[in-house]
């Protein structure tokens, strides 16, 4: 009898591979974004700090602001920014600046507590706004960050303030805060607002006419250094007041 062999063919049926599970969820991916974000954060913000130690600084964000609201208002424009080594800028800038805007600039480590405590009370009985701010603060803000009273900002604001005391130092913070504010409409720096005011070179500004400077500053755009208002003449003697107790200037 003859035996028949079937062979059966085994059929393995594949087993569909699970899909490979994500290994990062959306919070880590968020979270590595943010992390990697605050790397390159830190590294370009120390290096333009570094930068500006050397290299005088071209423009500032404020400058750019102001070119475009004249280009929105129809208005022309109207630039003029001449970079001095401090060595060419008189004394008497230097203690105008520090008399009218900051009376501890010299010893204090980029903040001022108890000015800051003084506008905050001056603010809260609804007085007119003050900041409290210092030159060093002025100077973080003028050329890294833009105009504002956010809290972001201002927090960026005391970030880039620690890292040019600590990187650039009072001498060179001041060099660029005159070469960088604001001193008149379109007038950026020292020599520029020298030449606008009195038509001078900034190295030979007398007492007076760097007091009629530094006076303008809460407000350049709207008020005069020359021909000025009884509130800016008034300004000009209580700085020439403090000047005169302010000796030589060591950075």
């Known amino acids: 009898m003859a035996t028949r062999i079937t062979s059966s063919k085994k059929t393995t049926a594949k087993k569909k591979q699970p899909a490979k ?21 830190f590294g ?40 001095e080594p401090l060595e ?8 105008a600046v520090i008399a009218s805007e900051d009376g501890t600039f010299l010893v204090h480590n980029g903040f001022d507590f108890t000015a800051m405590q003084k506008a905050y009370k001056s603010n809260e009985r609804g007085r007119k706004i003050k900041g409290g701010s210092t030159i060093s603060q002025q100077t973080a803000k003028n050329v890294f960050l833009w105009q504002g009273r956010s809290y972001l900002r201002k927090g ?4 880039f303030t620690v890292l040019i005391e600590l990187i650039w130092g009072k001498e060179r913070i001041m060099e660029v805060y005159l070469n960088s504010i604001e001193m008149g409409d379109g007038i950026y720096g020292a020599q520029a607002a020298t ?3 009195y038509r001078k070179d900034a ?25 000025s208002s009884s509130y800016i003449n008034n300004r000009k003697a209580k700085i020439i007041r403090i000047m005169g107790h302010i000796g030589t200037i060591k950075y």
Do not use: C
């Open 88 to 95: 060419n800028i008189s004394n008497n800038l230097q203690k």
């Open 203 to 227: 190295s030979s500004l007398t007492k007076i006419q760097a007091a009629g400077i530094a006076a303008i500053l809460p407000n350049p755009k709207k008020y005069s250094a020359t021909s």
């Open 156 to 159: 960026l604001e005391a970030y």
């Open 44 to 83: 370009l913000s120390i290096f333009s700090v570094v930068l500006f130690k050397f290299v005088p600084v071209p423009f500032t964000p404020l400058m750019v602001i102001r070119a475009i609201e004249n280009k929105f208002d129809g208005k022309e424009n109207y630039f003029n920014h001449d970079w």
């Open 21 to 41: 599970k994500d290994t990062g969820t959306f919070m880590n991916k968020v979270t590595r974004f943010l992390f990697k974000a605050m790397l390159w954060f």
């Open 195 to 197: 030449q606008h005011w």
